[in-house]
């Protein structure tokens, strides 16, 4: 089956540095690609998403390119602020099953 | 602006103790998933529903967990006996279709002693 594998945190950045947050997944087929954030005490939210293949998903300053040559899905931010502390969850859907997510991955962010 | 919630928020109980977690999926969505998630083992999925008919319930302990769907606007999760180690964060998630996007609820916080 489907698995995705990201970098593992915590990840501690100052404000308005740059974030990128590894993620790379295996599937048969080309499935659609997620980026979930959980901000403390909260359930997850999907952050942005890409669908196919150099698709490139972004919200919130954050961006994150689909690119089946290297199964690769990193999740990039210019400059991040201490409001983004958060755990970032990388996902892949293939068909018609659940979302398979990576470990997660901790960002904190101190001014 | 539609959303899951979730039933109670909190639970403390004492071990052996019966649980049950509610959810309200967002109206209109036929898929709803229950998760948990512990430091050490992260998010596992515990079972999920396509129109309330249980799909997968791989993930959980069959001899003391139980999932169920009574209506298309209420999922239930048991615990019965609850351990220690089944302390945790529940999850529930419903969606719709194949686009694959999952909206999760709050989430309840278990902690069995």
């Known amino acids: 089956g489907d698995s995705v594998t990201q970098m593992e945190g915590p990840v501690t950045l100052s404000e308005e540095a740059f974030l990128t947050i590894n993620c790379t997944y295996t599937?048969?087929?080309?499935?659609?690609l997620f980026w979930y954030v959980q901000y403390p005490g909260e359930g997850l939210q999907l952050l942005l998403k890409a669908t196919k293949a150099d698709d490139k998903g972004s919200n919130k300053g954050f961006e994150a390119t689909y690119r089946k040559e290297t199964t690769s899905f990193h999740l990039e931010k210019g400059s991040v602020q201490v409001s983004d502390s958060a755990v970032y969850f990388c996902a892949s859907l293939s068909g018609n099953t659940p979302l398979v997510f990576g470990k997660g991955t901790r960002l904190s962010v101190i001014a | 602006d539609a959303r899951v919630t979730q039933t109670p928020r909190h639970k403390v109980t004492e071990m052996g103790q019966e649980v049950t977690m509610r959810c309200q999926p967002i109206l209109g969505h036929n898929t709803v998933f229950w998760y948990r998630q512990t430091m050490m083992q992260g998010l596992e999925l515990l079972a999920y529903f396509r129109n309330r008919a249980p799909l997968d319930d791989s993930g959980m302990p069959k001899d003391r967990f139980s999932a169920e769907m009574p209506d298309a606007t209420l999922a239930t999760l048991k615990i019965q006996p609850s351990e220690p180690r089944d302390s945790a964060v529940y999850f529930c998630?419903?969606?719709?279709?194949?686009?694959?996007?999952?909206?999760f609820g709050p989430g309840t916080r278990l902690t069995v002693l």
């Open positions: 599937a048969t087929g080309y499935p659609s």
């Open positions: 998630a419903s969606g719709s279709g194949q686009r694959g996007e999952q909206f």
